[in-house]
């Protein structure tokens, strides 16, 4: 009898405040190389998101629909704790820019220094969506712009119907 095989679970953590086309960009490229992905919505009180962290979980969830192997959840604990409770490996993390590399390489070794078994894996988006970012559009949003070629359309209809509920700006 053959040993069993792990499942190869990577985690894809960020704010996704708002997700992006750039986010989807890499969580489609990312469940081609693993057996699972979770997206991991992180609360970042720090950060003040525009939007709550379940209209986050859900905007993810609206995105992704009908991409296969991935899970959305939320989390506010140590990526590095959180990886292990859920037997994941690997860490993906988009670069965009080099000044996103230097901060991400300081992450992954911050991470893997509080779990051994942790490893980051880098993606760059693909051109059409490298200049796009959560806080570009969140800029954009406040001053009433187009959105739609930044995010996915659901995801802009989401906000259109949170719109009547929240002030999404600060």
């Known amino acids: 009898m053959g040993r069993k095989e792990m499942k190869k679970i990577a985690i894809y953590p960020g ?7 750039g986010h989807l960009d890499i969580i489609k490229r990312s469940v081609e190389l693993f057996d699972q992905v979770i997206i991991a919505i992180a609360k970042s009180s720090s950060k003040s998101p525009m939007f709550a962290h379940q209209d986050r979980q859900k905007m993810m969830e609206l995105a992704t ?7 959305c959840v939320c989390f506010q604990t140590l990526l590095a704790d959180f990886a292990r409770e859920n037997q994941a490996k690997l860490i993906i993390r988009g670069l965009r820019v080099v000044s996103d590399f230097e901060y991400e390489l300081q992450m992954g070794y911050a991470n893997a220094s509080l779990n051994d078994e942790l490893d980051t894996i880098y993606f760059m ?46």
């Open 65 to 71: 629909e009908g991409i296969g192997n991935i899970r």
């Open 15 to 21: 704010t996704f405040d708002p997700v992006t086309n």
């Open 125 to 170: 988006p693909t051109l059409k969506n490298a200049f796009i970012s959560s806080s570009i559009v969140r800029s954009i949003l406040e001053h009433h712009g187009k959105v739609t070629h930044l995010i996915p359309e659901k995801v802009y209809h989401y906000i259109l119907q949170l719109k009547g509920q929240v002030c999404i700006s600060h």
